[in-house]
């Protein structure tokens, strides 16, 4: 008995633990969204069902076993087992799915709400802002959204099947190729959260991964007409270093807009420097980061469709990261 007792803390530690890996930045128990909030409390309902039926349960079990011999006649036997296990069991789960249907209801969107086109790519994510009578903003690896605002998400898969996962806005959807999935959403707080592509994708699945920014709407506002400029680094910028990211062709699948790089294969570069991290969340913002990534970014990136440059000098790499470390 006594061994009994002590290993009842031990297994209640694992829980325990698990819940200790959850934080506030990528958790659905930290949620920042109508959506995920609904989530969250309808789970625990969920949980309290779940609880109240494996207690009777375990509550019959004991009265069975310590029940004295001819205690409970055949026809009691059946008419316990119909109502114990048939008929409350039932209403029950009836009560369950009967509460839970208005939370399986989509937000509805109008016109003038905010349309985000996200693109799941091998291995990062294309995001088009659609402003109501404004032109689209084009950005990567990172989501911004206005606190207090409907913003209907558009989910495009862009070679294969993604996932998208934002745990402290809303629940995750697929990103399916020649299909486009529609996830409205409200987040009532701002701060700086996570997202996450959840559907293995190949090599580098664990290392796509994008920020989320709640902002205030005003802040957003502002934020999304800045975003629609050239970037400010581009007249200025180190000329050596726009050069070479000219002469190595890196235009051909990037752009950066107010120059003559065009490219729209790969992420948009133009305001690269405000985002905080390089690779879809894979390296900081850093200009040995950058370097690293231009030259070898499968080492950093596992069978990114991205093309290394072994024989570019780490003298050019530098020259080239310093140049778009200024785009802001």
């Given at each position: 008995m006594a061994k009994a007792g002590r290993r009842f803390p031990a297994i209640l530690a694992v829980p325990v633990l698990g819940l200790a890996g959850c934080n506030r930045h990528q958790s659905a128990f930290s949620t920042f969204g109508e959506e995920a909030a609904g989530i969250a409390h309808l789970s625990l309902i969920m949980v309290i069902g779940a609880v109240v039926i494996a207690v009777a349960l375990a509550l019959l079990v004991r009265w069975a076993v310590r029940a004295p011999e001819g205690s409970l006649s055949l026809r009691g036997g059946e008419r316990l087992i119909v109502i114990a296990g048939a008929v409350l069991p039932s209403i029950l789960l009836l009560g369950l799915l009967i509460y839970s249907l208005p939370a399986m209801k989509p937000r509805p969107t109008g016109a003038g709400d905010l349309t985000i086109d996200v693109t799941g790519e091998q291995f990062w994510w294309r995001v088009r802002y659609n402003p109501p009578g404004a032109a689209p903003v084009v950005a990567a690896n990172a989501v911004r959204v206005p606190v207090?605002?409907?913003?209907?998400?558009?989910?495009?898969?862009?070679?294969?099947?993604?996932?998208?996962?934002?745990?402290?806005?809303?629940?995750?959807?697929?990103?399916?190729?020649?299909?486009?999935?529609?996830?409205?959403?409200?987040?009532?707080?701002?701060?700086?959260?996570?997202?996450?592509?959840?559907?293995?994708?190949?090599?580098?699945?664990?290392?796509?991964?994008?920020?989320?920014?709640?902002?205030?709407?005003?802040?957003?506002?502002?934020?999304?007409?800045?975003?629609?400029?050239?970037a400010s680094g581009n007249a200025g910028g180190r000329g050596e270093g726009r050069a070479l990211f000219a002469s190595y062709g890196c235009g051909g699948c990037h752009e950066i807009r107010g120059t003559d790089q065009r490219g729209r294969i790969g992420p948009d570069l133009t305001h690269l420097a405000s985002r905080r991290t390089v690779g879809a969340g894979t390296l900081p913002m850093e200009e040995a980061a950058i370097a690293r990534f231009i030259r070898f970014p499968s080492e950093a990136k596992p069978g990114a469709r991205m093309p290394a440059f072994p024989h570019m000098s780490e003298a050019e790499a530098s020259e080239i990261a310093r140049y778009l470390g200024e785009l802001r």
């Open positions: 207090g605002r409907t913003v209907r998400f558009r989910l495009h898969g862009g070679d294969v099947v993604h996932s998208f996962w934002i745990p402290g806005l809303a629940g995750k959807m697929d990103m399916i190729p020649g299909r486009v999935n529609e996830l409205p959403v409200k987040a009532v707080k701002a701060g700086l959260f996570r997202g996450q592509c959840t559907e293995f994708c190949g090599l580098s699945h664990a290392l796509m991964a994008f920020e989320v920014i709640a902002m205030e709407p005003a802040a957003f506002d502002r934020w999304l007409a800045a975003e629609r400029l050239p």
